[in-house]
């Protein structure tokens, strides 16, 4: 495959889309909690459309698109999503292809490894424990880490500085817009998985560095030796 090759001390990853195939889970939380609050579900695709920028904004968008509801209503119903989606989390989550070879690879070169994920820590760091992944990286950046989430560049910079590298001797790797943005904002390349949720966006319209039909195509871009 080719494309670009960088030099990094640190390997950056998102979550949700990008490591791990969670949209069975994030579903069945998000249809328990519209049932919960007598609204009709919604389907796993309309659902996919809506992942990228944390579970507040999964909510707000169950609850609003092509309907209404108060802030108040929406309150409500984070609060209830967080409830179903503690117990369902990891149930039907899967590994992407390519993704623990290539977690191996890097950690036997040892790179520097991070989560910098949109979701919340309470779900971030059991889900990763879960699915047996937690061991690979020394950072997590959560969606609650710090006041501001992705596509702010603060995430990628507060992870850097965690890793003790700077932005520029780092690589993103993502499946989104949000991904892309704090990438640039941070001054780092970014790639992107095109199997993600990009948020209903076609992920070949997004400015990157490359793009990534599996996993395992991060070490074509990456100089090990």
Not at 2 to 28: C, K, N, Y
């Amino acid at each position: 495959m080719s494309g670009p090759r960088f030099s990094p001390r640190a390997v950056l990853f998102d979550l949700d889309g990008t490591l791990l195939d969670t949209i069975g889970d994030l579903a069945e939380a998000a249809n328990l909690m519209l049932a919960e609050l007598s609204r009709p579900a919604r389907s796993q695709d309309e659902i996919h459309s809506f992942v990228g920028k944390g579970l507040p904004n999964l909510v707000r968008r169950c609850m609003t698109e092509d309907a209404q509801a108060t802030e108040a209503e929406i309150e409500t119903a984070i609060s209830v999503f967080r409830q179903h989606y503690a117990l369902v989390n990891g149930r039907t989550t899967r590994i992407y292809p390519g993704v623990t070879e290539v977690l191996d690879a890097l950690r036997a070169s040892r790179f520097k490894l991070a989560v910098v994920t949109n979701k919340a820590g309470d779900f971030t760091l059991p889900l990763l424990e879960r699915m047996g992944l937690s061991a690979y990286f020394d950072v997590v950046v959560s969606g609650d880490t710090l006041p501001v989430k992705k596509p702010d560049p603060a995430v990628l910079h507060h992870a850097c500085e965690l890793l003790q590298v700077e932005a520029a001797e780092a690589l993103m790797i993502g499946d989104s817009q949000n991904d892309a943005l704090a990438a640039r904002g941070a001054g780092m390349p970014v790639l992107l998985v095109t199997y993600g949720y990009s948020e209903g966006m076609p992920v070949d319209s997004i400015e990157c560095d490359g793009l990534l039909s599996n996993a395992i195509h991060v070490l074509d871009h990456i100089d090990r030796s």
